[in-house]
Every structure is written in structure tokens, then in C-alpha cells.
């Protein structure tokens, strides 16, 4: 299948710093990604869409502001934590669309961890 | 939101089928069905997905009532390997390729 990578894996940050996760499609081309937060023991929440050339769309109660979105290309989106706070602290995944497959199947990275200290 | 219901938790001996079973009743005609699983600390893992028959590839079989209002995944031999968190997830009708996922059923293989 499909691979979707992010970079870096991991990061720990201090309070107030921003942080920056990269989502890449490696051999595919990603018209819409997604961006997803997940704490511990809990499941995936879509936090926003991501399309190429434009704006996202944020889910209802994730700020826009504080989580900056860039898909600049077919195959790299950016997530852009901004002011990061341990309540920020959390698994970030990312996925990715390939809209020639039936039924729009979607592929998912291996995930960010991060920490914000 | 979620649109399916699963139970929390399953245990499955190895080598048995585990049949992790799911609940969409307010599916639309159109909507797909998808399983994904979670392994601890990775990204999601897509198994199969299907609309209206049942289908089956190389890792699991999903079995879809005929009111569509049910489905089950089927692990035909489970391995400790396969102890994961898995998500079965409807796709939303009018926002392609949106997922939006349940709390899952925590499978538990035993040795």
C-alpha cells in the first residue's frame, strides 16, 4: 500500500515554543490530508482537513490559530503547533487519501509524540 | 462523530478466529464500511473495508448483515501479533474520505 511518513517522531519542547510536524505521501499523490490528535488511551479526534493550494478546515473546537496548517504540495502538509502547552502534550497522526482507489481508502503515518514540558 | 458502536474489549486465543463485531445502524446507502487497527504507539493500520458484500483479502474476512446495519471483521487465526486496538469506522457520506473514529475494541490475544 500507500506509505505516508512524518518527521521528526518525536519532539520535546519548552512551554511557549512552536513546534512543527511534517507529513509526507511518499509515492502518491495527496490532494487532502487529514491531521488527528490522540491521548493516552484514547481514540483518534480529526482536528482538520488539510487541501492543497488552499485553506483548511478545522473540526468544531479545534483552534485555527493555534494549530497552523500548510499544504504547499500533492505531498507534504505541516502542522504547526504554535505557543505549545503541556496540555498540548499528545499524539499527533496525520493521513493521507489516495483518491484513485475505490471507496477512498486512507493511509495514516506512524505518528509525533509530543511532549511539551 | 462516531457512527459505530463496539465492544471494549475482546480475548481471543492465539490461533482461534477472533470476530470483533460492530454496530452502525444509522449507516446511509452509500457509506462504506473501513476497519483499521492500532498497534501501542503507531499509526493506523488499515485490514478491509466493503459497502454491501462481504469481502475478504490476505489478513482478515468482513461480514456485512444484509441490512448493512452490522458488520463483523473476522481474524481467521489469530497471532500475538494481532493483540491491538481496532477501529471500525463508517465514512461520512458528504465529507469524502473524513473519518471519524469510535473508541474501538481492544483485542487481547492469549497464548
Known amino acids: 500500500g500507500a506509505v505516508v511518513s512524518q518527521h521528526p517522531s518525536w519532539v520535546i519542547c519548552k512551554s511557549g515554543t512552536s513546534v512543527k510536524i511534517e507529513c509526507r505521501s511518499l509515492d502518491f499523490q495527496a490532494t487532502t490530508m487529514f491531521w488527528y490528535r490522540q491521548f493516552p488511551k484514547q481514540s483518534l479526534m480529526l482536528m482538520a482537513t488539510?487541501?492543497?493550494?488552499?485553506?483548511?478546515?478545522?473540526e468544531q473546537g479545534v483552534e485555527k490559530d493555534k494549530f497552523l496548517i500548510n499544504h504547499a504540495s500533492l505531498t507534504l502538509s505541516t502542522l504547526t503547533v504554535t505557543s505549545a502547552h503541556p496540555e498540548d502534550s499528545s499524539f499527533y497522526i496525520c493521513?493521507?487519501?489516495?483518491?484513485?482507489?475505490?471507496?477512498?481508502?486512507?493511509?495514516f503515518g506512524p505518528g509525533t509524540r509530543l511532549t511539551v514540558l | 462523530d462516531a457512527k459505530t458502536t463496539q465492544p471494549t474489549s475482546m480475548d481471543c486465543a492465539e490461533g482461534r478466529a477472533a470476530n470483533l463485531p460492530c454496530n452502525h445502524s444509522t449507516i446511509s446507502g452509500n457509506e462504506y464500511v473501513y476497519w483499521y487497527r492500532q498497534i501501542h504507539s503507531q499509526g493506523p493500520q488499515y485490514i478491509i473495508h466493503?459497502?454491501?458484500n462481504n469481502e475478504t483479502n490476505e489478513m482478515a474476512s468482513l461480514i456485512i448483515t444484509e441490512d448493512r446495519k452490522s458488520s463483523t471483521l473476522i481474524l481467521p487465526h489469530a497471532t500475538l501479533r494481532d493483540t491491538a486496538v481496532y477501529y471500525c469506522?463508517?465514512?461520512?457520506?458528504?465529507?469524502?474520505?473524513?473519518?471519524?473514529f469510535g473508541s474501538g475494541t481492544k483485542l487481547n490475544v492469549k497464548p
Open positions: 493521513s493521507a487519501g489516495d483518491q484513485g482507489l475505490a471507496g477512498g481508502e486512507q493511509f
Open positions: 469506522i463508517v465514512r461520512a457520506e458528504y465529507n469524502f474520505n473524513k473519518f471519524y
Open positions: 488539510s487541501n492543497e493550494g488552499s485553506k483548511a478546515t478545522y
Open positions: 466493503g459497502l454491501k
